[in-house]
C-alpha cells in the first residue's frame, strides 16, 4: 500500500512534466487480437439437464361376496329402516385406506318396496349400499348369478341407488346407452377400467330383447370390450364370477379362461362364486409382463355358515406407473392378503373382524385358522403378505 502511494504521487509529479497516466491496470480491458497460431479459446457449455422418471402408485384393494341372506337384514333392522354399517367397524379403517376398493355385491338391492327375501330369489335393502359407501368402497360388481333375482326392476332400483351414492356399477345395467359406458377411474394419474361378467343367472333368461341387463361370459364380447378399455385406461380390472361352489382350488375352467384373458389385455382378475377362498397368482401375459388374479375372494360378508364360507379377506395390490419421456411402464407388486372372519351368535350379532385378532374364546382354533388360510393363499404367490399396510 506503501509502495502504491509513493508511486501516485512519483506519478503526479511527473505528469505535470510529461503528462503520464497512473500505471495501475483499469479495472475494464480491452480483448487484445488472437496471436496468429495461438491455441482457441475454449467454449463452456451446460451438460443438459436429464428429468428424472415420473412415478406414481395407487393402492387397490378388493372384497369379495356381499351375500344378504334374512339373518343379516333382520340384524340390521332399525325402526326407521336398515343399518349395516357397524358390521364393517372393524374392517373399515383397512378399506378407507385404500386408493380404490372394489366389492363383489352378490345380492342386488333392489329395496323393500320389492319385497326383502333369501335364497334362492335374493333382494336386498338400499341401507346394504349405503354401509358399503360409508365403508370406502369405490366400485361395485354386480354381475352375478343373482342379479336377476328380483328381475330387471331389481337391477333399475339397484342401479339408481348406486349413482345416489356416486358409486359405479359394472357388469348388470339398465339400458344399452348405460351398458356402453365403459367404467373408468382415475387415480393418482392411473386411469383404471372395470369390468364384469357371470357365467350364468341360475337359469333365469335375459329376455331377448334385453341384452344389455346382465353381462353373460362370452369371450368374442369379452375380447372387444377389453380392447375398448386397453384404449381408455392403464389399467383393465375385470371381476369373473365363475368356478365351483365351496371348491377351494380353481377348476381348469377358470384357469383356462384366466389365461386367455390375460394374453387379451386384462391386467387383473378378481375372482367370485366358489363362496371359499381361492389362491391368487400371476399369469404370463404374452406382452412381457404378468397379470395377476385372485380365483376367489371368497365370502367377505354373509349369512352362510361353515367356517371356510366364514372367512374372507381384502386383497391389496399395488400399481406403479412409471413415465419416462414418451415412455410408459405399468407394474403390478407388492400383492397381500388380509383374511377376514364374520363373527355371528344365534344368526345375529353379525361383524367382521380381521382374523389375525380374533380370540380362541371367539373362535376356537382362531390362530392355527389364521396360519392355515396364510399357507392356503401363499400357494401360488410365496411372496404374499399376511397383511396390509
Not at 372394489?102 to 323393500?112: S, W
Not at 333382494?123 to 328381475?151: K, R, T, W
Not at 392378503?337 to 382374523?355: A, D, E, G, I
Request: charged residues 20%.
Amino acid at each position: 500500500m506503501k509502495k502504491r502511494f509513493a508511486g501516485a504521487v512519483a506519478c503526479a509529479a511527473l505528469f505535470l512534466l510529461t503528462g503520464c497516466s497512473d500505471p495501475t491496470p483499469s479495472t475494464t480491458t480491452q480483448p487484445t487480437p488472437q496471436q496468429e497460431g495461438s491455441k482457441p479459446t475454449a467454449t463452456v457449455t451446460e451438460a443438459p439437464v436429464e428429468t428424472p422418471p415420473r412415478i406414481q402408485t395407487v393402492r387397490l384393494q378388493a372384497i369379495g361376496d356381499i351375500l344378504i341372506h334374512s339373518s343379516l337384514y333382520k340384524d340390521a333392522k332399525t325402526p326407521t329402516g336398515y343399518d349395516f354399517r357397524y358390521m364393517f367397524e372393524h374392517v373399515k379403517p383397512y378399506l378407507t385406506a385404500a386408493d380404490l376398493a372394489i366389492a363383489n355385491q352378490e345380492t342386488m338391492i333392489g329395496g323393500a318396496e320389492l319385497g326383502l327375501s333369501d335364497y334362492p330369489l335374493f333382494n336386498s335393502p338400499y341401507e346394504v349400499g349405503d354401509a358399503l359407501h360409508d365403508a370406502g368402497i369405490d366400485v361395485v360388481s354386480i354381475a352375478n348369478n343373482h342379479s336377476l333375482d328380483a328381475g330387471e326392476q331389481g337391477i333399475l332400483n339397484a342401479t339408481k341407488h348406486w349413482d345416489k351414492l356416486g358409486i359405479p356399477y359394472v357388469g348388470a345395467y339398465r339400458s344399452p346407452e348405460d351398458a356402453a359406458e365403459l367404467r373408468v377411474l382415475a387415480k393418482n394419474g392411473i386411469s383404471f377400467a372395470f369390468l364384469a361378467y357371470t357365467y350364468g343367472t341360475n337359469g333365469i333368461p335375459l329376455p331377448a330383447d334385453k341384452p344389455y341387463l346382465v353381462n353373460l361370459i362370452d369371450l368374442e364380447n369379452m375380447q372387444r370390450d377389453i380392447r375398448k378399455a386397453r384404449e381408455q385406461a392403464d389399467v383393465v380390472v375385470m371381476s369373473l364370477h365363475m368356478g365351483g361352489e365351496y371348491q377351494r382350488l380353481p377348476n381348469a375352467e377358470q384357469q383356462q379362461l384366466v389365461a386367455t384373458l390375460a394374453q387379451a389385455g386384462v391386467d387383473i382378475v378378481l375372482g367370485h362364486h366358489p363362496h371359499v377362498l381361492q389362491p391368487p397368482a400371476w399369469v404370463d401375459n404374452g406382452r412381457g409382463g404378468r397379470t395377476y388374479v385372485i380365483y376367489s375372494l371368497g365370502n367377505f360378508l354373509s349369512g352362510q355358515d361353515e367356517i371356510y364360507r366364514e372367512i374372507g379377506g381384502i386383497a391389496q395390490l399395488e400399481v406403479v406407473k412409471r413415465t419416462d419421456g414418451a415412455q410408459e411402464t405399468i407394474t403390478l407388486q407388492n400383492p397381500a392378503f388380509l383374511p377376514v372372519w364374520t363373527h355371528k351368535k344365534n344368526w345375529r350379532q353379525y361383524k367382521l373382524y380381521p382374523l389375525q385378532n380374533v380370540t380362541e374364546q371367539q373362535l376356537p382354533r382362531a390362530q392355527a385358522l389364521y396360519q392355515e388360510i396364510n399357507a392356503h393363499m401363499k400357494k401360488w404367490m410365496p411372496e404374499l403378505r399376511p397383511t396390509l399396510d
